[in-house]
Antibody, heavy 130, light 114 residues
Framework: QVTLRESGPALVKPTQTLTLTCTFS??????????VSWIRQPPGRALEWLAR???????YYSTSLKTRLTISKDTSKNQVVLTMTNMDPVDTATYYC??????????????????????WGKGSTVTVSS | DIVMTQSPDSLAVSLGERATINCKSS????????????LAWYQQKPGQPPKLLIY???ARESGVPDRFSGSGSGTDFTLTISSLQAEDVAVYYC??????????FGPGTKVEIK
């Protein structure tokens, strides 16, 4: 059974750096094709994708937030860490991590993949306030 | 980045009736090498994380009831709930995961009972 759990501070002050940890089980980030993403959702608003890290340590970031985000993994602990610098009240949100499942398909004789977020954690609520 | 839009913002449908949600991407998410649309649909109920319903625009995730179906190609997609049930009240998001692109979500469509 695949599970993910987000952890981190519930309250951070403006300008501080947020560090969130995603601890997962039921899969390994050393397995080819596996990835983990972070997504956030401000209260009453839409989902916003933040970052992704792949089994081979490739990393992808939201274009609008990439200067503030760093994603990393610790495969020995089955953890993925997201840091976001210079926090602001508009960053108040529930932060989710999700497992990405790679779905293979035939690309004219080679394999290419679609990567969908198929299992999500329950989320970690972060409030930014002085 | 690929921008996703959805319509309507919300809709109210009677129990047992059909609900239709539209999603549009700012550029095609159809990858020519495999003829797959890199488009997924998620359902989010209040207080819960999103749940994957559909991927490849029309492939139903395991365990998802067959009243949920996805269609469309290129830039225009539709999620249909053929016979709305009370437990389908939720916000539905489309999501593109185009090959080697950053991910984006649509703004969501809220489905309620009329």
């Amino acid at each position: 059974q695949v599970t993910l759990r987000e952890s981190g501070p519930a309250l951070v002050k403006p300008t501080q750096t947020l560090t969130l940890t995603c601890t997962f089980s039921g899969f390994s980030l050393t397995t080819s094709g596996m990835s983990v993403s972070w997504i956030r959702q401000p209260p009453g608003r839409a989902l916003e994708w933040l970052a992704r890290i792949d089994w081979d340590d490739d990393k992808y970031y939201s274009t609008s937030l990439k200067t503030r985000l760093t994603i990393s993994k610790d495969t020995s602990k089955n953890q993925v860490v997201l840091t976001m610098t210079n926090m602001d009240p508009v960053d108040t949100a529930t932060y989710y991590c999700a497992r990405i499942r790679s779905i293979p398909s035939d690309c004219r004789g080679r394999i290419c993949y679609g990567r969908v977020m198929d299992v999500w954690g329950k989320g970690s609520t972060v409030t930014v306030s002085s | 980045d690929i921008v996703m839009t959805q319509s309507p913002d919300s809709l109210a449908v009677s129990l047992g009736e059909r609900a239709t949600i539209n999603c549009k991407s700012s550029q095609s998410v159809l990858y020519s090498s495999n003829n797959k649309n890199y488009l997924a649909w998620y359902q989010q109920k209040p207080g819960q994380p999103p749940k994957l319903l559909i991927y490849w625009a029309s492939a139903r995730e395991s365990g998802v009831p067959d009243r949920f179906s996805g269609s469309g190609s290129g830039t225009d997609f539709t999620l249909t709930i053929s016979s709305l049930q009370a437990e389908d009240v939720a916000v539905y998001y489309c999501h593109q995961y185009y090959y080697n692109s950053t991910f984006t979500f649509g703004p969501g469509t809220k489905v309620e009972i009329k």
